[in-house]
């Protein structure tokens, strides 16, 4: 079954702007995980959360993780015609097989 | 460093015909080992996961079916395809000490078309 699932489901920009997509949840979580795939191609993860962190950086990605409201967010700035992707989070129970569980992400296209 | 092979990269085939998808890890020893599958326009559904050879835990009831023969190959079979079978297929690992809740890595991916 999905755990998370991404808003929005289609996203559209022009270059240099920033982007946001939120994710929301069910249960509880050890740990969220932010993927990437671009189109045809296997993900490719992009960063990790856990459920007592509330804010996480890596280059030009921001993720926040709000676990009362069951919620994070990634944010892109600055974006580049090359962050064209699908954006998945995945949600990583803290009980049962704890294996992640993904959403049906969301679609970026970057306009240069 | 570590690599993950899976192939073929696609594949036709008619309905009631078998599958065999191979995937393979380079570079680790003892992966946790994981098949999805990714329907059009929507998430990762995971079908199985491994800790070990010899170990299959099934989370979809279904027609497919999966077996570890060697502690880095992971293989997705069916012996009679259905069209609902159609799909991107995806291997992906984890490392073994980071439990089954870890960062994934994915395969490639293959396409699956049932016809």
């Known amino acids: 079954s999905q755990q998370g699932e991404e808003d929005p489901q289609a996203l559209s920009i022009q270059e240099g702007e920033n982007a946001t997509m939120n994710c929301s949840y069910k249960?509880?979580?050890?740990?969220l995980q932010w993927y990437r795939q671009n189109s045809g191609r296997g993900l490719v993860h992009l960063i990790l959360i856990r459920s007592n962190e509330r804010e996480k950086h890596s280059g030009r990605l921001r993720v926040t993780l709000d676990t009362s409201k069951k919620s994070s967010s990634l944010l892109i700035t600055a974006s580049r015609a090359a962050d064209t992707a699908s954006y998945f989070c995945?949600?990583?129970?803290?009980?049962?097989?704890?294996?992640?569980?993904f959403g049906r992400g969301t679609s970026l296209i970057v306009h240069p | 460093s570590q690599t993950i092979h899976q192939w073929p990269a696609t594949l036709v085939q008619p309905v009631g015909s078998p599958l065999s998808l191979e995937c393979t890890v380079e570079?680790?020893?003892?992966?946790?080992l994981y098949w999805y599958r990714q329907a059009a326009g929507r998430g990762l559904q995971l079908l199985f996961y491994s800790v070990g050879i010899g170990q299959i835990s099934s989370e979809v009831p279904q027609n497919l079916s999966a077996s570890r023969p060697q502690d880095r190959q992971f293989i997705l079979s069916s012996k009679k395809l259905l069209l609902s079978d159609s799909g991107f297929y995806l291997c992906?690992?984890?490392?073994?000490?980071?439990?089954?809740?870890?960062?994934?890595?994915f395969g490639e991916g293959s396409r699956l078309t049932v016809l």
């Open positions: 995945a949600t990583a129970p803290s009980g049962g097989s704890y294996i992640p569980t």
């Open positions: 570079g680790t020893s003892n992966p946790n």
């Open positions: 249960t509880s979580i050890n740990n």
């Open positions: 992906a690992w984890s490392p073994r000490n980071r439990g089954l809740g870890g960062e994934l890595f």
